[in-house]
Nanobody, 122 residues
Framework: QVHLVESGGGEVQAGGSLTLSCTRSGNSATTNYWAWFRQAPGKPREGIAGVPIAGGPSTYGASVRGRFAISLDNAKNTLYLQMNNLRPEDTAMYYC???????????????WGQGTQVTVSS
């Protein structure tokens, strides 16, 4: 079982930055891809960034490309999401997930953290 714990959420003004972290523990032998998703109230869960656990090119959703950066530190079993130039529409619960595909489709990821809230005020 893979256990994921997110941290780093909070409230920030538009134009500001936040860095989210996700720490992985447990048996991750069946997963090779790590990703960030988000979900705003009344909206479907959206894939925003992903990266192979073994390293390699990252994938970004169109809404965050150029503003957000995903990175990982395998020595610390930690995934990061650097979020810059935040906008009110980035307000959502942010989740990290582990799976076996680079497709940012939430239905393809079996392991999820509990989420961390990001609120961007205008």
């Amino acid at each position: 079982q893979v256990h994921l714990v997110e941290s780093g959420g909070g409230e920030v003004q538009a134009g500001g930055s936040l860095t989210l972290s996700c720490t992985r523990s447990g048996n991750s032998a069946t997963t090779n891809y790590w990703a960030w998703f988000r979900q705003a109230p009344g909206k479907p869960r959206e894939g925003i960034a992903g990266v192979p656990i073994a390293g390699g090119p990252s994938t970004y959703g169109a809404s965050v490309r150029g503003r957000f950066a995903i990175s990982l530190d395998n020595a610390k079993n930690t995934l990061y999401l650097q979020m810059n130039n935040l906008r009110p529409e980035d307000t959502a619960m942010y989740y990290c997930a582990a799976g076996q595909t680079r497709q940012l489709n939430p239905r393809l990821f079996p392991h999820w953290g509990q989420g961390t809230q990001v609120t961007v005020s205008s």
